[in-house]
């Protein structure tokens, strides 16, 4: 392979989109959207593109399988000396070991494959366990989260140009192992999957075979612990299996069933055992064109699988902001109903009833100016706090079928609306007394007969915008009081002020239930941006 920067660039293009990505509504599909988004970018970060861009580097031969598949056991045996922990606790493997002639140490020493994983090495002898093996528990940083390490070991009997890791079991019963084993497993110019005479037909190291075929990479097959007497019989099963499943050119070795193979072992087989696997991988390393051969083909395979996955992650992008647009139109389309139903029952007085009727009527004998815009206010606060409460429960009621609304809306507030609405009603208020005041200023200065009170024009003009029909009387009073010309504007100014109040209250609790949704960040340039990636990508491998 050649470095091809144009080629790189676009590579790197096409990652930060795939980075940029987010599938945060939990919608059919999004789990596997988010898995496949994080391998994709592991294969990227920490194969592809290193790779690409150090087409010489070592090979990197991941040896990866089940739960006491005998990994650690098959990486010392190649090794010749115990450089990994092998028993029968699980699991074993805690931080993954990488092994590498010392001439090749400097590829791995830095940050050029694996880049999250921080890099330790084995002490000296005297620092290590009493049979010469230095255990590294997982360290911890200061938040108490795990910190990921990779041990790297060098040995003089591995070639030149390969590299062995001994990665986490792939069915782990701990997450987070789990998902580093993935993680390496994408880094792998070669796949080495370790299997057993009793579990080669397991569903988890099939998957693994199949993503391995569906990606072309170069793989190989360990047939480990197969007793002597049913040696054939399994060696035939599993090529059986394996030809079914497209996979019969995938190279395989058996190991037999020896006593070095249990758990409380020396954790070494004998050479012989090994011998053939270990040609096979040598010859890798030291052939320039198997060497180039293995590695090309794990990387076209890679650069291959875009063409369906990116598209799969653009598909799922574009699902979640369909879903955040119906979202989206689902509460507007409630809050719009709701400010509807406010105007509706303003424009039919409704608001001048209860106690606010009373004062009308008693006014201004036995009810105060004060008095009657304060029972106006909290009639306008009612009337608000009812059509919002109608609004969010036919949200609510859509999302109990909308997984969507469970991580998009924020839950109803009914306490905290009430309080917000009550304080939009009294910023109406003042600024209804305001402009009463400023029209009182203008009627002193045209010397009208009497001297208007703010606090009466506010409580009149009230009553003319809330109480329809009911409160006709309000606004002759203002007429005569400030001249037609004076009343007209006053009402204008006063309607478009209780327009504003009830357009901004519940623009605001429609904002407040989509906050959380806005904070996902779901937007349709994710799709777009993908597809655009991955066009320019292929026109550069075309080129």
């Not at 180039?292 to 990116?310: F, M």
């Not at 609304?405 to 009914?414: E, Q, S």
């Amino acid at each position: 392979m050649d470095v091809r920067p144009r080629l790189l660039d676009t590579l790197s293009a096409l990652r930060d989109r795939v980075d940029a990505a987010r599938f945060p509504l939990p919608l059919p599909g999004a789990d596997r959207a988010r898995r496949n988004r994080a391998e994709l970018l592991a294969q990227l970060d920490d194969y592809l593109v290193p790779r690409l861009r150090s087409p010489d580097a070592p090979l990197l031969a991941v040896i990866g399988g089940s739960t006491g598949a005998g990994k650690s056991t098959l990486v010392n045996s190649l090794v010749g000396r115990r450089v990994t922990e092998a028993g029968v606790l699980r699991p074993t493997t805690r931080t993954p070991v990488l092994v590498c002639h010392p001439d090749d140490h400097h590829w791995f020493a830095g940050q050029r494959v694996l880049p999250q994983l921080t890099r330790v090495w084995v002490p000296a002898q005297s620092d290590a366990d009493e049979d010469g093996y230095a255990d590294f528990p997982d360290d911890e940083e200061e938040t108490g989260a795990p910190v990921r390490q990779l041990r790297i070991e060098c040995d003089e009997t591995l070639p030149r140009g390969l590299a062995l890791l001994d990665a986490p079991d792939i069915d782990s019963l701990v997450a987070r192992n789990r998902e580093l084993a993935a993680e390496l497993i994408c880094a792998a110019d070669i796949w080495v999957l370790v299997t057993t005479a009793t579990r080669y037909a397991d569903a988890v190291p099939w998957h693994l075979l199949r993503t391995a075929k569906e990606y072309d990479a170069t793989l190989v097959t360990v047939l480990d612990r197969v007793p002597h007497q049913v040696a054939a019989d399994v060696s035939r099963q599993y090529a059986a299996l394996l030809g079914a499943a497209g996979l019969g050119d995938v190279p395989r070795f058996t190991i037999p069933e020896l006593p070095e193979s249990a758990g409380g072992g020396s954790g070494l087989l004998p050479g012989t055992a090994v011998a053939a696997l270990r040609d096979w991988l040598t010859r890798c390393a030291r052939d320039p064109e198997v060497r180039a051969a293995a590695a090309g083909r794990t990387a076209a395979g890679v650069i291959a699988s875009l063409r369906s996955r990116v598209p799969a992650l653009a598909a799922a992008a574009a699902a979640q902001h369909s879903a955040a647009v119906r979202l989206v139109q689902r509460v507007d389309s409630a809050y719009r109903a709701a400010a509807d139903r406010v105007r509706r029952e303003i424009g039919t007085g409704a608001a001048l009833a209860g106690g606010a009727f009373t004062h009308w009527h008693g006014y201004p004998q036995d009810s105060t100016a004060d008095e009657l815009l304060t029972a106006l206010t909290d009639a306008l606060a009612t009337l608000v706090r009812s059509a919002a409460a109608a609004a969010d429960e036919q949200i609510t009621a859509h999302g109990l079928r909308d997984p969507a609304a469970r991580a998009g809306l924020a839950p109803r507030d009914p306490a905290g609306a009430a309080h917000r609405i009550d304080v939009a009603a009294r910023r109406w208020r003042r600024c209804l007394e305001e402009i009463a005041e400023e029209e009182a200023r203008e009627a002193r200065t045209a010397e009208r007969g009497g001297i208007p009170r703010p606090e009466d024009i506010a409580a009149l003009q009230a009553a003319a915008l809330l109480g329809g029909r009911r409160a006709r009387s309000a606004g002759e009073t203002l007429a005569e009081t400030l001249g037609v010309h004076g009343a007209l504007r006053l009402r204008d100014r006063g309607g478009q002020l209780l327009d504003d109040c009830v357009t901004r209250t519940l623009d605001t609790e429609r904002d407040r239930r989509l906050a959380p949704l806005d904070a996902l960040d779901v937007t349709p340039e994710h799709q777009v941006q993908l597809i655009a990636a991955l066009s320019v990508l292929q026109k550069e491998k075309e080129r």
